[in-house]
């Protein structure tokens, strides 16, 4: 296993996937677990993954890979799995008072008071959200991104190779997982699986903003 440094400076965003090699499943296992466990603000986790392994499966998802896009799709079709991570688009009070809920199974939250303070803290955080500062779909889709990081670290850490992409027509997708009738959009997706030998982008040098740049101490 590699120190943490080492695997961000080594973990790169494939281009090209070895459409031959498949994740082993106890990795994919381990990753939707990473996603699970995943932190999100006021533990919103205001989001769903859709994971796609068989060929029939990505190949739905690359249909929001045409037109402008289609440079991503024969990265969707290589790849061993595909992420497609997807955002609340209405952060309900049913959807808070779930996970206040959950919260309760898992024994945060001692007795009835507890849970009714702990209720009526998110339902006032999600107002905020919703009423006063109005922007109640670019705050969930933040926490979404936070999935996103924690996936692409994992993955680097397994020794995968992994690509974000945004480049893809949202609404396709969503129409073709049906991911508004159950209350999501598609927000960003993740192909993972291991490199090919003609991937230009694992031979080149990382660059990054050297640290005097970005950090400032007080």
Known sequence: MQDILSTARTRYAAKVYDPSRKIPAPLVKQLRELMRLAPS???SQPW?????STDAGKARIAKGAQGPYAYNAPKILNASHVFALCTLHTLTDAHIEAIVEQEVCDGRHPD????QTRLEMLLGYADAHRYARR???AWMEKQTYIALGILLLGAAELGLDATPIEGFDSAAV???LGLREQGFTSTVLVTLGY????????????SRFPAE???SDI
């Open 41 to 43: 603000s006021v533990n």
């Open 48 to 52: 769903r993954f859709v994971v796609a």
């Open 112 to 115: 009835a008071q507890a849970r």
């Open 135 to 137: 922007d109640v779909q």
């Open 174 to 176: 969503d129409c073709e």
């Open 195 to 206: 490199h090919g030998v003609d991937d230009f982008n694992a031979g080149l040098p990382k």
């Open 213 to 215: 740049r970005l950090f």
